[in-house]
């Protein structure tokens, strides 16, 4: 009988709590699923869904088989630094953070880990979201497909070239804050309330809403998606720098 497969986060923000529904409406039980997060700000609603919570980020790494890195991309550098020691080739990381290249996370990371980089946004929440991923130099094709069939209740689950993913950020990852019907529908949220939700400070969206503000709708609209395409890479360089700074 195969072992049933772990899950971690690492954070416990937006992003982790909608992968965690989404995971949990497939064959994952919440006793294989454990959060790390600084505060216990978030806590709540994960203990809600069944899944333990701990403020160790070793705890999530040596208790799991695939782990998701969720936490702000400048943070990543400290993170992966503080956990190095404890991934294996038998883990699997995921990195959630936007910009942050696979280059940086196999540099910050032990040879040959298992790294995958991916781009949810937040209609996961409602298991409607649009997610991209792509491979490590060293994730298998099987690792892509285990991954794909985990998210598959979050939403539309797709892998592509690596270079898509900073446009699928600003295109549907800060792409939600533009216009999103279901979610205001469904969550019952005032739409500043869910703007207020992806607008991390300095990060991609609030920048394209800058844009958004600057101009038209339709013009705005397409310079709201370049200007958070960019702010990504923006942010992927910055964490880079960070990873060859040691």
Not at 237 to 244: I, V
Request: with cysteine; glycine share 12%.
């Amino acid at each position: 009988m195969d072992m049933p497969l772990r899950v971690g986060f690492i954070g416990a923000g937006n992003m982790a709590y909608g992968i965690a529904k989404g995971i949990l409406s497939g064959d994952v039980l919440p006793v294989n699923v454990k959060v790390s997060a600084p505060s216990p700000r978030n806590f709540g609603r994960f203990e809600e869904l069944g899944i333990s919570v701990t403020h160790f980020n070793s705890d999530v790494v040596s208790g799991s088989d695939l782990v998701f890195v969720a936490v702000k991309p400048h943070l990543v550098p400290e993170i992966l630094r503080e956990i190095s020691q404890l991934v294996t080739q038998k883990h699997i990381i995921v990195s959630v953070a936007a910009g942050v290249t696979l280059a940086t996370l196999e540099l910050l990371l032990p040879k040959d880990s298992v790294i995958l980089r991916l781009m949810p946004n937040l209609p996961c929440l409602l298991l409607e979201g649009a997610l991209l991923f792509s491979r490590g130099s060293s994730a298998k094709p099987e690792d892509a497909a285990l991954l794909s069939s985990l998210l598959q209740h979050c939403g539309l689950v797709e892998e592509g070239p690596e270079a898509w993913i900073d446009v699928h950020t600003g295109l549907s990852g800060s792409g939600v804050a533009f216009g999103a019907g279901k979610l205001l529908r469904d969550t019952g949220k005032h739409p500043a309330q869910l703007r207020s939700d992806v607008c991390t400070p300095g990060g991609t969206t609030i920048y394209g809403l800058h844009a958004l503000e600057q101009g038209g709708l339709r013009a705005a609209t397409m310079s709201a998606v370049e200007s958070a395409t960019e702010r990504a890479r923006e942010l992927g360089q910055k964490s880079a720098g960070a990873g060859n700074s040691n």
